[in-house]
């Protein structure tokens, strides 16, 4: 395997974890619940397919990346995004969704350090 890989796999996963935490922390849902390889409930599906839409727009990772990083298959990430995509027609929603961009763009990138 080589180091590029391994590096954007790393910083994959780690965008993924920060970007569960802040829609966890917004959508007030636990991690648990959004890692899980189930459904759970409307409030969690809601808030795994907001992750996985912000994922993909705010740090530009392509679907396949995103499900990769999420543990989930790229047509469900797909499918995710347009249904996010199309909320975004609402006002209040589409404004609370670029606060979360926002916040998520304006992280410094990872700064991975070889041990030895």
């Known amino acids: 395997m ?9 910083t994959d996963e780690a965008r993924a974890r920060l970007t569960r935490a802040l829609v966890c922390f917004t959508f007030n849902v636990k991690e648990n619940d959004l890692a899980a390889a189930t459904r759970r409930n409307a409030k ?13 727009v705010a740090f530009e990772l392509s679907l396949s990346r995103v499900a990769s990083a999420f543990g989930r298959d790229r047509t469900t990430v797909s499918h ?3 249904l996010i995509e199309d909320r975004r027609d609402d006002p209040g929603f ?3 969704l670029e606060g979360l961009e926002r916040v998520l763009r304006e992280l410094p990138e990872p700064q991975w350090q070889t041990v030895g």
Not at 44 to 56: E, G, K, P, T
């Open 44 to 56: 969690v599906a809601f808030a795994r397919q907001i992750a996985m839409y912000l994922a993909h």
């Open 94 to 96: 589409d404004l609370q």
């Open 80 to 82: 995710a995004c347009h």
């Open 2 to 10: 080589n180091n590029e890989y391994i590096y954007r796999r790393n």
